[in-house]
């Protein structure tokens, strides 16, 4: 196994999941990593492990670098099991190492692996001398659990944050200036909207936290590490943490006979008419964590669904439940959709905007059956109506 040294004497010793397609819910077409890294000092220290089934390359990784039996302390930022699924392997073979986490992460380890492990609590502020380098401990609750905490190298100018920061991007190269500049935005920003987005003022206190430190790189738990584009990146986190989006729209629809797919259709056509950039992301071709990596950029969604047992279609209940659970904030949002009798379906999905606090600008259109060609350029209209009206703010 190839040894990775990232800086001198830190090592890269995570596993890559070239074959992952989904992690929990979240659709994962380029694979992920778990990543680990194995500092070299007086005192051996791991910081996070991998997923359990990723252990043996992560056991041949470190034993490309030291025994792993003389591994001094395991640092878990992070209980969630593609960190820390590798543990219980690996301390049958460290038998003397100590974990050191947060509080929280105390109690979450032993609620996951009912153990009796040796563990040594650390909070905000704490250090941890391991010989030339001392570890400095942050906790930054909720990005992603609220066990998580990142470890900070000093002297090495490395900060390692866990999830913040990461990308679910399965590559064999591992630094950000190795891999396509639109893979690793766009996948920044996926990872972004399908995990952080729920806990924005958290991040913006992370962000205030990380940007005091000396940094030169950032090594997260997922995908590659930042070292070429630090600014960019933590700027992009602000501007996501914050809510700030661009003014462009998107139409975010599924249909039963292509009623709504008219409609959502029409209102593209007077959204372009009006200047205004357009997606369209039907549900039935684009799964729901793509489409929210263009919520996580786009302040107008238009939401068409028809009406199926006086309900939405399923897959649009799917979507509106996922996309309230991560909350985007300071939308501008309206309903359409076609019904044949009853019509709740269109309601249902302006009062889920409504708990969001989104801004209502048009109130929501459905059509009976089949739209005519006076009713689609009515449609048409209300795109334009909405497109003008948000263009020029
Ligand atoms: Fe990558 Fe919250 O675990």
Same mark, same amino acid.
């Given at each position: 196994?190839?040894?990775?040294?990232?800086?001198?004497?830190?090592?890269?010793?995570?596993?890559?999941?070239?074959?992952?397609?989904?992690?929990?819910?979240?659709?994962?077409?380029?694979?992920?990593?778990?990543?680990?890294?194995?500092?070299? *000092?007086?005192?051996?220290?791991?910081?996070?492990?991998?997923?359990?089934?990723?252990?043996?390359?992560?056991?041949?990784?470190?034993?490309?670098?030291?025994?792993?039996?003389?591994?001094?302390?395991?640092?878990?930022?992070?209980?969630?099991?593609?960190?820390?699924?590798?543990?219980?392997?690996?301390?049958?073979?460290?038998?003397?190492?100590?974990?050191?986490?947060?509080?929280?992460?105390?109690?979450?380890?032993?609620?996951?692996?009912?153990?009796?492990?040796?563990?040594?609590?650390?909070?905000?502020?704490?250090?941890?001398?391991?010989?030339?380098?001392?570890?400095?401990?942050?906790?930054?609750?909720?990005?992603?659990?609220?066990?998580?905490?990142?470890?900070?190298?000093?002297?090495?100018?490395?900060?390692?944050?866990?999830?913040?920061?990461?990308?679910?991007?399965?590559?064999?190269?591992?630094?950000?200036?190795?891999?396509?500049?639109?893979?690793?935005?766009?996948?920044?920003?996926?990872?972004?909207?399908?995990?952080?987005?729920?806990?924005?003022?958290?991040?913006?206190?992370?962000?205030?936290?990380?940007?005091?430190?000396?940094? *030169?790189?950032?090594?997260?738990?997922?995908?590659?590490?930042?070292?070429?584009?630090?600014?960019?990146?933590?700027?992009?986190?602000?501007?996501?943490?914050?809510?700030?989006?661009?003014?462009?729209?998107?139409?975010?629809?599924?249909?039963?006979?292509?009623?709504?797919?008219?409609?959502?259709?029409?209102?593209?056509?007077?959204?372009?008419?009006?200047?205004?950039?357009?997606?369209?992301?039907?549900?039935?071709?684009?799964?729901?964590?793509?489409?929210?990596?263009?919520?996580?950029?786009?302040?107008?969604?238009?939401?068409?669904?028809?009406?199926?047992?006086?309900?939405?279609?399923?897959?649009?209940?799917?979507?509106?439940?996922?996309?309230?659970?991560?909350?985007?904030?300071?939308?501008?949002?309206?309903?359409?959709?076609?019904?044949?009798?009853?019509?709740?379906?269109?309601?249902?999905?302006?009062?889920?905007?409504?708990?969001?606090?989104?801004?209502?600008?048009?109130?929501?259109?459905?059509?009976?059956?089949?739209?005519?060609?006076?009713?689609?350029?009515?449609?048409?209209?209300?795109?334009?109506?909405?497109?003008?009206?948000?263009?020029?703010?």
């Amino acid at each position: 196994m190839d040894r990775i040294e990232i800086k001198p004497g830190i090592f890269w010793v995570g596993g890559i999941d070239w074959d992952l397609r989904d992690f929990h819910g979240y659709k994962t077409q380029r694979g992920s990593t778990y990543n680990a890294y194995l500092i070299i *000092d007086e005192k051996i220290t791991l910081v996070d492990t991998v997923k359990h089934y990723l252990f043996d390359e992560m056991l041949a990784r470190i034993e490309a670098v030291v025994d792993p039996s003389k591994i001094d302390y395991i640092v878990s930022n992070h209980v969630e099991m593609d960190h820390t699924g590798g543990l219980p392997k690996l301390l049958k073979i460290a038998t003397n190492a100590k974990i050191i986490t947060s509080e929280n992460g105390e109690k979450g380890l032993k609620r996951h692996y009912k153990e009796d492990w040796d563990l040594q609590v650390v909070k905000t502020g704490d250090t941890l001398n391991i010989g030339k380098r001392t570890l400095h401990f942050v906790s930054i609750p909720m990005v992603h659990w609220p066990d998580s905490m990142v470890t900070y190298v000093a002297e090495d100018k490395l900060l390692l944050p866990n999830d913040a920061f990461g990308q679910h991007l399965a590559t064999s190269e591992r630094f950000d200036d190795e891999v396509g500049q639109d893979i690793i935005w766009e996948e920044a920003a996926k990872y972004y909207a399908n995990i952080v987005l729920p806990f924005g003022p958290q991040v913006v206190k992370a962000l205030d936290v990380v940007e005091t430190l000396d940094v *030169d790189m950032i090594g997260p738990s997922h995908g590659i590490i930042w070292r070429s584009h630090i600014p960019k990146l933590l700027q992009k986190y602000r501007k996501w943490a914050t809510h700030q989006t661009e003014n462009k729209a998107l139409i975010v629809y599924d249909t039963m006979w292509d009623s709504t797919r008219k409609m959502a259709h029409k209102l593209k056509e007077g959204l372009l008419e009006s200047g205004f950039h357009v997606s369209m992301r039907c549900l039935k071709s684009t799964d729901i964590s793509d489409v929210m990596t263009d919520v996580l950029s786009t302040k107008l969604i238009l939401i068409g669904s028809p009406t199926l047992n006086n309900n939405m279609l399923p897959s649009m209940g799917a979507f509106l439940t996922y996309l309230k659970g991560l909350w985007p904030k300071d939308r501008a949002g309206m309903a359409f959709g076609s019904y044949g009798w009853g019509g709740q379906s269109i309601g249902q999905i302006e009062e889920i905007m409504k708990e969001m606090k989104w801004e209502i600008p048009l109130e929501f259109i459905r059509i009976k059956y089949i739209p005519d060609e006076d009713e689609l350029e009515k449609v048409k209209q209300m795109g334009r109506e909405l497109g003008d009206r948000y263009r020029e703010r």
